[in-house]
């Protein structure tokens, strides 16, 4: 679980160096690939009874937020790309 957690912002922070708005949509994607397998093991953790459920709940919580905002950033980068394709022809 914390390797998967880790993942996460260590892959924004990995596309935030890259020189291409292509390179920087691949590792949000990575990042939220990341944030659904934390989710797994959240519940998994929670179903097994090793973590206590209301605090389970509370980080799953969490990673939906971070879903949101990668989703939210993906998007964007791609209508940019829209916008500069149309914008080249």
């Known amino acids: 679980m914390r390797r998967a957690s880790v993942s996460i912002p260590a892959n924004i922070a990995e596309g935030c160096g890259k020189q291409s708005e ?3 949509a691949r590792c949000l994607s ?4 990341s944030t659904s397998g934390t989710e797994y093991l959240l ?3 929670a179903d097994l ?3 206590e459920e209301s605090f389970s709940k509370e980080l ?3 990673i939906n ?3 949101k ?3 939210s950033i993906i998007i964007k980068i791609a209508k940019n790309k829209s916008k500069m394709l149309i ?3």
């Open 30 to 33: 990575i990042a939220a690939g």
């Open 60 to 62: 799953l919580t969490g």
């Open 43 to 45: 519940t998994l953790s």
């Open 87 to 89: 914008a080249k022809c």
């Open 49 to 51: 009874k090793y973590s």
């Open 22 to 24: 292509k390179d920087f």
């Open 65 to 67: 937020e971070i879903k």
């Open 69 to 71: 905002m990668l989703n």
